[in-house]
């Protein structure tokens, strides 16, 4: 199946700093999504991108499919960010990266 | 609210008990899956369905089994728990090749 790998694996933040989280994935796919989960356990929907760039408030990202990865930029870095930050590639099942545990201090 | 539900949130079993965790989706979607998730790691796929009457396995399927005898509902059933079940279970369901959404999730300990 598809491997996936994010970068870095922890992040600590400065609230107001901006950060860019690192997704590799290791063959074509027909999907990317990314998602947070919040200290509660809940996943929401990030964004569903297979290719190109979106913006969400302060939250973008970018898909270069032909280069197998996915960037996701934090702007403006608020507390209520904090959490772990999931990609996830989808060929005909979707595969989870690690994560990235995002720290976000006053 | 249309969405992903799974029931119940939190559960506690003793080793070698059986039970069923409900997942129930109202959104049409033809894919559904079981994912769970343990202590720093991402998810893990446990059993998929891409429709009605067809199941099939994934990364880490042994102890449990499924079935889909509607779009609407997955149900994930463990024969005979074990402590090593202890996760966090999700389910998630998706058009073909869409955004996936997911469950608030069922937090399981086996003792």
């Known amino acids: 199946g598809i491997q996936v790998e994010q970068s870095p694996p922890d992040l600590i933040l400065q609230e107001g700093a901006n950060s860019t989280l690192r997704c590799n994935f290791s063959?074509?796919?027909?999907?990317l999504q990314w998602f947070h989960q919040n200290p509660w356990g809940q996943l929401i929907n990030l964004f569903y991108?297979?290719?190109g760039t979106k913006q969400n408030g302060r939250l973008s990202a970018t898909t270069v499919a032909t280069e197998r990865y996915s960037l996701l930029y934090i702007s403006s870095s608020q507390t209520t960010d904090s959490g772990v930050y999931f990609c996830?590639?989808?060929?005909?099942?979707?595969?989870f990266g690690a994560g990235t545990t995002v720290t976000v201090r006053a | 609210n249309a969405g992903v539900t799974q029931t119940p949130k939190f559960q506690v079993l003793k080793t070698g008990q059986s039970m069923t965790l409900q997942c129930a989706q109202d959104m049409n979607h033809e894919y559904m899956s079981w994912y769970r998730q343990d202590p720093g790691m991402g998810l893990r796929l446990i059993h998929y369905s891409v429709g009605a009457g067809i199941t099939d396995q994934g990364e880490v399927p042994n102890g449990y089994n499924v079935s889909r005898s509607t779009t609407e509902d997955f149900p994930l059933r463990l024969l005979s728990a074990a402590p090593s079940q202890t996760s966090v279970y999700f389910c998630a369901s998706s058009y073909a090749g869409g955004g996936y959404t997911f469950g608030s999730g069922t937090r399981l300990t086996v003792v």
């Open positions: 996830a590639a989808y060929d005909y099942k979707l595969s």
């Open positions: 991108i297979p290719s």
């Open positions: 063959d074509s796919v027909n999907n």
